[in-house]
């Protein structure tokens, strides 16, 4: 912390000398979290069906928690979706993880969003890439 010290201000050094436990909890939850935002977008990449963006899906029928399971994976979405926001310009891999989100959550005009996103040659590539590693075929699109 020393070399804070003569680079910072002294209030902002101060601050952060004070605060070493509180600095080093947000440290370990903020590389957690990118391992975990990494784990889980190429988790959920790898298992969706080639033809996700293909195919015509008839309505399931309904169980007494599909509430429950739909307003959690909106949750669980919009988590992800600001999280890829944050990557932007953080650490991370944004565009992936924001649309894992939008992939979980449910919106009028999300299909059209989506095939949009994937259009964008890094983003297709990123994903065709880990998709091949997996063993895997690359997702199709309209």
């Not at 391992?35 to 033809?51: E, F, I, K, N, V």
């Not at 509430?67 to 909106?74: D, I, P, S």
Request: aromatic content about 8%; hydrophobic content about 55%; some cysteine.
């Amino acid at each position: 912390m020393s070399f804070f010290v003569d680079v910072l201000p002294p209030e902002l050094a101060a601050w952060m000398i004070a605060h070493r436990a509180l600095l080093g909890w947000v440290s370990l939850a903020s590389v957690l979290l990118f391992a975990g935002s990494l784990a889980g977008t190429s988790w959920l990449l790898t298992r969706l069906p080639s033809d996700y963006f293909t195919r015509h899906r008839a309505g399931r029928p309904r169980s007494r928690w599909h509430l429950f399971v739909h307003v959690g994976r909106n949750v669980v979405g919009v988590l992800f979706v600001l999280a890829g926001v944050v990557m932007l310009v953080l650490p991370g891999q944004g565009l992936l993880t924001i649309l894992v989100g939008l992939l979980l959550v449910h919106f009028p005009g999300k299909r059209a969003l989506l095939c949009r996103l994937l259009r964008r040659p890094a983003v297709r590539t990123a994903i065709d890439r880990l998709r091949h590693r997996a063993g895997r075929e690359p997702l199709a699109l309209d």
